[in-house]
Structures are given as structure tokens and as C-alpha cells.
């Protein structure tokens, strides 16, 4: 049995994507010369907006395979695996520790720590919502198997309201979640999860921490050490450790940092 932690790039919508650019590019042509539909300007106009369809939609489905190949972890690039075991390495905790990974997805990320701190126990929390639908507790569970790990657990929660006591963890962590959450104060989602962060423990939240998405980073950094965090650090991922720049902006990654440090 293998590990199975999907694509950050859904198959189904690559394929949806380029199905759909074909089946324009070939109703264009169908348009062109179907005599049933007299010349003029509403065939025209028909012509016209399959063209486009077909010139917008055949582009963008070369882009997501690209992306699907560079997220997929059986590939040369495999840049999921390598983010994944990147913010592990900032994961350390006491035995018998417990630590939280908000939005885990398929669990590749609740599975890296567990293997990195095998005495403690990681929890994967995430609402597995329609928009990745092939991901799945079940799907966690069966991938921790395959791993041959079995200090992690899984439920289903919501990262805006965690069902968690304050300083309930030794870690806590999350990648690429809060960006997808609809909201105009993200950094007041980062302090629900710190929030359940015991004094002393570490975090490490990866995630796209633009100024349009996530405000002003930078102050928020500097508002947890005014709060008494002992250290926090904002890392730009795209410039060499985990993405160079231009790779970044053709992934619409621009803007990934990794916020680490200790409460």
C-alpha cells in the first residue's frame, strides 16, 4: 500500500478544463461552416466567443498540467513533498507531546511531523469541503497507514472556530489553507490557531501572506513578539528554499512565507 496525497492541483478540474477548451475549438470550426446558421452577424458573434473560449481555456489547461506535474509527488519537481518536509523541520516536540496541523488536506503534512517527532501525537483538522473533494478523513487515515504511522488522528473541524482550549498544543501548524478561507482579517484566523498554542511550544504556518491577502505580515510579526511570543520569524519561501521568484509568479505563489517560531 502506497501513500496516495492527491495533487494540490485537482485532476479532474485539468481535465474539466482542456475538455472544455476542445470542445470549443471544435464547435469554432463547426460554426464556420455549418450552413444552418446564415452568415451574419449572429454568427459572428457565435464564432467569436468560441474563438475566445478555445484561445483562453486550451492555454490555461497547459498551465495546470504544468502545475499538476510540479505539485505531483511522483514527479521530477515534486515541490509539495519538498514544502511539506520544510515546515516538518520546524516542528519539534517534548515525548508525549501533541501537536495540531490546521486544513491537512490528505495528511501529508500531520504525517511528515508525526515521523519527525515520534513520541508525541499530531492531529489533522480540516472541513474536507467540496472544492477538494478527493481529499478525505478516511483518505488521512489510509495514508498514515501506508507510512507505517500511527501517532496521528484525525477530525473534522473548522479552522475559524477550533474546538480546542486554549493552549492545547505543543505545535501547531498549517500549509496553503488560510489563503482559501474567505475573509478580510486572515491574521485574526492565524490567532484562533495560535491561540491553542501552549507556552513554549512551535509553530510553522506556510501559507500565500501577500499584502492584499494577510495585511501587513511584517507588524503582525512584530504584534506577537510585543504579546510575548519568544521568537517569530517571516521566511520568503520563493526565493531559494522552497521556489525561486519567477517560478513563484507562474504558480500564483507569489507572496509564500513561513511564519515560524516559539510562543
Known amino acids: 500500500m502506497k501513500a496516495d496525497y492527491k495533487n494540490w492541483m485537482p485532476k479532474g478540474m485539468v481535465l474539466g478544463t482542456g475538455i472544455a477548451g476542445v470542445i470549443s475549438l471544435v464547435l469554432y470550426y463547426i460554426s464556420k461552416s455549418l450552413k444552418v446558421i446564415k452568415e451574419g452577424r449572429v454568427k459572428k458573434i457565435i464564432s467569436a466567443v468560441l474563438l475566445v473560449l478555445s484561445l483562453v481555456l486550451l492555454p490555461v489547461t497547459i498551465w495546470m498540467i504544468y502545475l499538476y506535474r510540479s505539485f505531483s509527488y511522483n514527479g521530477k519537481r515534486q515541490l509539495s ?50 472544492e477538494y473533494a478527493s481529499f478525505s478523513k478516511e483518505l488521512c487515515e489510509n495514508n498514515a497507514k501506508a507510512e507505517g504511522v500511527s501517532n496521528t488522528s484525525f477530525e ?49 504556518i506556510h501559507d ?52 515560524v517560531g516559539k510562543k
Not at 516538518?88 to 504525517?111: E, F, N, R, W
Not at 473548522?158 to 482550549?165: F, G, K
Not at 493552549?167 to 482559501?180: G, I, L, P, Q
Open 81 to 130: 513533498k519538498q514544502v511539506i518536509n520544510g515546515i516538518a523541520d520546524y516542528v519539534d516536540m517534548p515525548d508525549g507531546g501533541k501537536g495540531l496541523d490546521v486544513g491537512c488536506g490528505s495528511g501529508a503534512l500531520t504525517i511528515a511531523c508525526a515521523k519527525r517527532n515520534p513520541t508525541s501525537e499530531m492531529i489533522g483538522i480540516d472541513r474536507w469541503g467540496k
Open 156 to 204: 473534522k473541524g473548522d479552522a475559524l472556530r477550533l474546538p480546542y482550549e486554549d493552549e492545547t498544543f505543543d505545535a501547531v501548524t498549517s500549509n496553503y489553507v488560510y489563503h482559501n478561507i474567505p475573509s478580510r482579517d486572515r491574521q485574526k484566523i492565524l490567532l484562533e490557531t495560535l491561540r491553542t498554542l501552549k507556552k513554549g511550544g512551535t509553530f510553522a
Open 208 to 259: 500565500i501572506m501577500s499584502k492584499s491577502r494577510f495585511g501587513d505580515m511584517e507588524e503582525f510579526a512584530k504584534k506577537l513578539r510585543e504579546m510575548g511570543y519568544a521568537e517569530v520569524k517571516l521566511i520568503d519561501t520563493t526565493d531559494g528554499m522552497f521556489m525561486n521568484r519567477s517560478e513563484a509568479f507562474f504558480m500564483e505563489l507569489s507572496g509564500s512565507k513561513l511564519l
